[in-house]
Protein backbone atom coordinates (compact mmCIF):
# COMPACT_ATOMS: atom_id res chain seq x y z
CA UNK A 1 0.00 0.00 0.00
CA UNK A 2 2.90 2.62 0.64
CA UNK A 3 4.14 2.04 -2.76
CA UNK A 4 0.59 3.33 -4.08
CA UNK A 5 0.41 6.14 -1.73
CA UNK A 6 4.05 6.78 -2.59
CA UNK A 7 3.45 6.59 -6.43
CA UNK A 8 0.23 8.52 -5.93
CA UNK A 9 1.70 11.62 -4.00
CA UNK A 10 4.24 11.61 -6.47
CA UNK A 11 2.00 12.05 -9.64
CA UNK A 12 0.37 14.53 -7.04
CA UNK A 13 3.71 16.52 -7.35
CA UNK A 14 4.28 16.07 -10.60
CA UNK A 15 1.31 17.12 -11.75
CA UNK A 16 1.74 20.14 -9.63
CA UNK A 17 5.22 21.53 -11.03
CA UNK A 18 3.18 20.87 -14.43
CA UNK A 19 0.67 23.19 -14.13
CA UNK A 20 2.45 25.43 -12.00
CA UNK A 21 5.03 25.96 -14.68
CA UNK A 22 7.85 25.24 -12.42
CA UNK A 23 9.12 22.56 -15.31
CA UNK A 24 9.59 25.49 -17.88
CA UNK A 25 13.23 26.39 -16.96
CA UNK A 26 12.71 30.09 -19.21
CA UNK A 27 9.49 30.83 -16.27
CA UNK A 28 12.06 29.78 -13.37
CA UNK A 29 14.71 31.86 -14.75
CA UNK A 30 12.26 34.66 -15.19
CA UNK A 31 11.03 34.31 -11.59
CA UNK A 32 15.37 34.03 -10.51
CA UNK A 33 15.99 37.22 -12.76
CA UNK A 34 14.69 39.96 -10.15
CA UNK A 35 17.16 42.57 -11.95
CA UNK A 36 15.88 41.85 -15.18
CA UNK A 37 12.25 41.11 -16.77
CA UNK A 38 11.31 39.99 -13.11
CA UNK A 39 8.29 37.33 -13.60
CA UNK A 40 6.63 36.97 -10.02
CA UNK A 41 4.13 34.28 -10.67
CA UNK A 42 6.34 31.45 -9.01
CA UNK A 43 5.09 33.27 -5.35
CA UNK A 44 2.06 32.14 -6.08
CA UNK A 45 3.59 28.60 -5.87
CA UNK A 46 6.10 29.56 -3.50
CA UNK A 47 3.13 31.08 -0.94
CA UNK A 48 1.22 27.93 -1.73
CA UNK A 49 3.48 25.84 -0.79
CA UNK A 50 4.66 27.14 2.57
CA UNK A 51 1.32 27.45 3.67
CA UNK A 52 0.64 24.17 3.00
CA UNK A 53 3.58 22.83 4.81
CA UNK A 54 3.34 24.93 7.43
CA UNK A 55 -0.28 23.60 8.10
CA UNK A 56 0.65 20.05 7.54
CA UNK A 57 3.66 20.56 10.03
CA UNK A 58 1.82 22.53 12.30
CA UNK A 59 -0.68 19.15 12.25
CA UNK A 60 1.80 16.35 12.01
CA UNK A 61 3.79 17.28 15.28
CA UNK A 62 1.18 16.53 17.79
CA UNK A 63 0.62 13.02 16.05
CA UNK A 64 2.38 10.05 18.23
CA UNK A 65 3.85 8.85 14.79
CA UNK A 66 3.19 9.40 10.84
CA UNK A 67 -0.22 7.72 9.43
CA UNK A 68 1.55 5.44 7.00
CA UNK A 69 4.74 4.76 8.84
CA UNK A 70 5.96 3.40 12.23
CA UNK A 71 7.81 6.49 13.13
CA UNK A 72 8.57 9.99 11.79
CA UNK A 73 12.08 10.13 9.84
CA UNK A 74 14.12 13.07 11.06
CA UNK A 75 17.53 14.58 9.92
CA UNK A 76 20.52 13.62 12.76
CA UNK A 77 22.17 16.36 11.49
CA UNK A 78 21.26 20.07 12.33
CA UNK A 79 24.10 21.77 11.63
CA UNK A 80 24.62 24.40 9.11
CA UNK A 81 28.56 23.55 7.95
CA UNK A 82 30.82 23.62 5.11
CA UNK A 83 29.29 20.78 3.13
CA UNK A 84 25.56 22.02 3.77
CA UNK A 85 26.74 25.73 2.64
CA UNK A 86 28.53 24.40 -0.32
CA UNK A 87 25.97 21.78 -1.50
CA UNK A 88 23.78 25.03 -1.44
CA UNK A 89 25.45 27.47 -3.47
CA UNK A 90 26.22 24.36 -6.24
CA UNK A 91 22.27 23.55 -5.82
CA UNK A 92 21.77 27.40 -6.41
CA UNK A 93 23.94 27.78 -9.13
CA UNK A 94 22.72 24.42 -11.25
CA UNK A 95 19.36 25.86 -10.64
CA UNK A 96 20.18 29.68 -11.50
CA UNK A 97 22.04 27.84 -15.12
CA UNK A 98 19.53 25.57 -16.27
CA UNK A 99 16.39 26.74 -14.33
CA UNK A 100 15.62 23.24 -13.47
CA UNK A 101 16.01 21.43 -10.16
CA UNK A 102 15.69 17.26 -9.47
CA UNK A 103 11.89 17.80 -8.72
CA UNK A 104 10.88 19.53 -12.27
CA UNK A 105 13.52 17.86 -14.11
CA UNK A 106 11.90 14.11 -13.20
CA UNK A 107 8.67 15.24 -14.18
CA UNK A 108 9.80 16.80 -17.28
CA UNK A 109 11.54 13.03 -17.82
CA UNK A 110 8.44 12.26 -20.26
CA UNK A 111 9.17 15.00 -22.75
CA UNK A 112 12.34 13.72 -23.90
CA UNK A 113 13.63 17.12 -24.53
CA UNK A 114 17.41 16.69 -25.43
CA UNK A 115 18.34 19.74 -22.28
CA UNK A 116 16.35 18.21 -20.19
CA UNK A 117 17.65 14.87 -20.44
CA UNK A 118 21.03 16.69 -20.52
CA UNK A 119 20.42 18.18 -17.32
CA UNK A 120 19.53 14.53 -15.64
CA UNK A 121 22.62 12.38 -17.08
CA UNK A 122 24.77 15.25 -15.61
CA UNK A 123 23.00 15.23 -12.46
CA UNK A 124 22.93 11.56 -11.88
CA UNK A 125 26.80 11.79 -13.21
CA UNK A 126 27.36 14.56 -10.00
CA UNK A 127 25.75 12.09 -7.41
CA UNK A 128 27.89 9.24 -8.58
CA UNK A 129 30.93 11.55 -8.22
CA UNK A 130 29.83 12.77 -5.08
CA UNK A 131 29.37 9.06 -3.36
CA UNK A 132 32.46 8.13 -4.95
CA UNK A 133 33.96 10.86 -3.31
CA UNK A 134 32.40 10.99 0.18
CA UNK A 135 33.00 6.62 0.21
CA UNK A 136 36.58 6.30 -0.52
CA UNK A 137 38.56 4.52 1.80
CA UNK A 138 40.31 6.53 4.33
CA UNK A 139 44.27 6.28 3.57
CA UNK A 140 46.14 5.66 6.93
CA UNK A 141 49.65 7.50 7.34
Not at 12 to 37: E, H, N
Not at 84 to 106: D, R, Y
Request: with cysteine; proline share 6%; charged share 10%.
Amino acid sequence: MGIVISFLAGTLFATGLALSGMTQPSKVIGFLDVLGSWDPSLLFVLGGATSTMMLMYRWARDLDRPIMADQFYRPGNLRVDSKLLVGSAIFGIGWGLAGLCPGPALASLPSFNPKILLFITTMALGMFVHFVVMHRPKLSS
